[in-house]
């Protein structure tokens, strides 16, 4: 059993930056796949990127490739999602997520635990 907790999120202008950290509880973290996701009322929990246990290997959907970046500390138990160049699309709560199994992915239904969320609010 793990326990996530984000935080980081907020209110930024078009073009500004955040950083959200997910500190994890337990001492398998680096053993988790992790995975950031996000979610607007009325819609699906949508895949924003993972990173493998080890952190050396990450995947992004399209919408936020070349701005945002999941990195992994695994001797703070914490993962990373640094923001950049927002835009007003991005807003939505956002959920980090782990898979004990390793296997991390674009999938929501792959993850087994995940954090209570952080909204983030673009404005322009």
């Known amino acids: 059993q793990v326990q996530l907790v984000e935080s980081g999120g907020g209110l930024v202008q078009v073009g500004g930056s955040l950083r959200l950290p997910c500190a994890a509880s337990?001492?398998?973290?680096?053993?988790?796949?992790m995975g950031w996701f996000r979610q607007v009322p009325g819609k699906d929990r949508d895949f924003v990127a993972t990173i493998n246990m080890s952190g050396d290997r990450t995947a992004y959907a399209d919408s936020v490739k070349g701005r945002f970046t999941i990195s992994r500390d695994n001797a703070e138990n914490t993962v990373y999602l640094q923001m950049n160049s927002l835009k007003p699309e991005d807003t939505a709560v956002y959920y980090c997520?782990?898979?004990?199994?390793?296997?991390?992915?674009?999938?929501?239904?792959?993850?087994?635990?995940w954090g209570q969320g952080t909204q983030v609010t673009v404005t322009s």
């Open positions: 997520a782990a898979d004990k199994d390793g296997a991390g992915g674009t999938h929501y239904w792959k993850y087994d635990y």
């Open positions: 337990g001492r398998a973290f680096s053993t988790y796949a």
